[in-house]
Structures are given as structure tokens and as C-alpha cells.
């Protein structure tokens, strides 16, 4: 009988999306309850956190008068939390208050409405650093707010698929979520899990670039995969909370490399709205690996900042172990 690790390639339905994880374990291991255990986090996750669902812990949250503090499940106050500290340290670019703009400008279940969108654009506008108040799991609005977190809930989702494999006794592996990536361990043949960072093109799927992560996660914000088009113009799904509405410019993609996907995935937000030289200084500042992809005439530039990428103008394959 073959001692040989079998692998174990697992998915599911996930936030509008699919949730993926490979790892290889011994052949007496039964993958049937580490694939149930990785579907009831996920869908955990979508429960409370997703605007689509009318009942979901966040949109009951929504709907709670100002004022009036909130009883909320642990992993959406975790969330919350995170985001509040992360759109602190960018000075305001991640801001997880902007539900009203997304919906208005039909990034949510309903199609894009000029009446909503002129209101959002003119709204005086109060960001959830100063909006939430938050002790534990108690949280109330100190102002009106719409939450809405797809920028940070999907790395979160990817972070609980780990955590489950974890718990199952699985350390090496590689789990996603509509490509916000986190590797665990290494390979079985000892090496890091290889990554492509997509190149910025609505027209085909390819590899712009590969990082190599060990104990790490990737997430990236582009402005090719999820967009809406009004009056003829095509608008990237990333909000400008400056402006209420979609980037007018930004790089074509932020990719960052972190501990946890959740903090991943919400500064490339961050960096996507600070755009290509603001988003770098605050990487720096802030100690964070990032790689911008930006056009220009020439084509597609790459620009990595961090100890990962050694301030690098052109990073084509790193190695990551965060």
C-alpha cells in the first residue's frame, strides 16, 4: 500500500463565487469532512458579512438606528475592527462605509440609479474610522453609515478556509477565494506554493507575474475584472470615498502580500485608491509588500515596493514568507 500523500484538490460556492483549497495528506485521511468543515466557514462568513443577503448580520446592522448599540457575531466584529485600524493607517482610502455608493453605482444586487448616484456623490459623508464605535462585539453607529465590506470580507473568507484546514491537522496547503490567495506551509516536494499575479486584461487570463509564498497570502484590487458601464463609460468596482463614486484613475492592479488575507485584501484597496505614487509612499511607510501594475503607452509597468520586492522597479518573480 502506497504511503505516498494523495492529493486533494476541494471547492465550493462561496460569495457569488467559488472557494478553492489543495493541500496532500496521508491516504487514510477522508477528505469528506474537511470539505464539509471548509463549506460551513465560508457560508458562515457570507451570512453575516454579505450585502446581497437581506438578512445577513451586516445588512440587520444597516438597517439599526444611530445611536443604538448592536450585539454582532465575533468574526464580523473582527472584521469590522480590522477595517476600521486599516482605513486609520491609509489616512481614509480603505473606508468600509461606502455600502450606499456600491449600491448606486450597481455594485450590489440592484442595477446602477442616477437619483442614487447624484445622493451619494453629494451626501455629506461621515467614514466609519469616526462612524463605529466598537467594544468587542458590541458595536453602534455614531453617525448614518452604509457598511458594506467587499473589500476585506472575501481575504477574511480565505483566512477561515486556512484556519479550518488548520484544525483538521492540515499545514501545507493553498486556499482561495476568487483569487485572494493564502498559502500554508510548503509543497510536498519542499517548496514554496507558486502564485501568478494576473495580468490587468478583461480579454483573457494570463500571468502577468509569479510570486512563490510560504506561511503568506496575496490578494489583489484591479480595475479589469469587475466593472459597470454608465453613460458609455466603463467604471472600475473600487469606491473613492473621497468622491463617493468610482476611481476616475488608479493603477491597473495593486497586489499585496501579508500575514492574513484580510489585511492583504484591504490594502489593495488602499493602495488602489491612494494610486500609483501615493499608494507607494504609504506602502513604505507602512512596511508593506506590494507590486502596482500600471499602464502606459508602452504597455504594462511593474513597480514593487517592500522588503519582498527590495524596492524593485520590475518584479517578475519574487519568493514570500511572511
Not at 182 to 210: C, F, K, M, N
Not at 224 to 240: A, C, F, K, N, P
Request: glycine share 10%; with cysteine.
Amino acid at each position: 500500500m502506497s504511503t505516498d500523500p494523495t492529493r486533494h484538490a476541494l471547492n465550493g460556492r462561496a460569495m457569488g463565487t467559488r472557494w478553492s483549497a489543495l493541500f496532500f495528506a496521508p491516504p487514510r485521511v477522508d477528505p469528506a469532512p474537511i470539505q464539509a468543515a471548509l463549506q460551513t466557514a465560508v457560508t458562515e462568513i457570507d451570512a453575516q458579512m454579505s450585502t446581497y443577503k437581506a438578512d445577513s448580520a451586516l445588512m440587520r446592522l444597516n438597517a439599526m438606528p444611530v445611536g443604538e448599540w448592536a450585539e454582532i457575531p465575533a468574526h464580523l466584529a473582527r472584521v469590522l475592527d480590522l477595517g476600521v485600524r486599516i482605513g486609520r493607517a491609509s489616512g481614509g482610502a480603505f473606508d468600509i462605509g461606502l455600502g450606499d455608493a456600491a449600491l448606486a453605482w450597481g455594485f450590489g444586487p440592484a442595477e446602477a440609479s442616477p437619483d442614487a448616484i447624484r445622493e451619494a456623490m453629494q451626501v455629506v459623508r461621515v467614514p466609519a474610522t469616526e462612524a463605529l464605535e466598537l467594544e468587542g462585539t458590541r458595536v453602534r453607529k455614531t453617525a448614518p453609515i452604509a457598511l458594506d465590506l467587499n473589500g476585506i470580507a472575501k481575504g477574511y473568507g480565505v483566512d477561515r478556509l486556512a484556519e479550518t484546514l488548520l484544525a483538521h491537522g492540515v499545514t501545507d496547503a493553498l486556499v482561495g477565494i476568487d483569487g485572494e490567495l493564502r498559502a500554508l506551509g510548503l509543497r510536498p516536494d519542499g517548496q514554496p506554493w507558486g502564485i501568478a499575479v494576473e495580468a490587468p486584461d478583461d480579454t483573457r487570463r494570463a500571468a502577468q507575474s509569479v510570486l512563490t509564498l510560504e506561511n503568506a497570502a496575496v490578494a489583489t484590487s484591479g480595475d479589469y475584472r469587475h466593472w459597470v458601464e454608465v453613460q458609455g463609460r466603463r467604471l472600475s468596482h473600487t469606491m473613492d470615498p473621497a468622491r463617493g463614486a468610482p476611481l476616475l484613475a488608479s493603477p491597473a492592479s495593486v497586489s499585496v502580500v501579508a500575514g492574513s488575507c484580510a489585511e492583504a485584501d484591504a490594502w489593495a484597496t488602499a493602495l488602489m485608491v491612494l494610486g500609483a505614487e501615493k499608494g507607494a509612499a504609504c506602502a513604505r511607510k507602512r512596511g508593506l509588500n506590494a507590486l502596482f501594475l500600471i499602464r502606459s503607452a508602452q504597455g504594462i509597468a511593474a513597480t514593487g515596493v517592500g522588503a519582498l520586492f527590495a524596492d524593485q522597479d520590475s518584479a517578475l518573480a519574487q519568493s514570500a514568507m511572511v
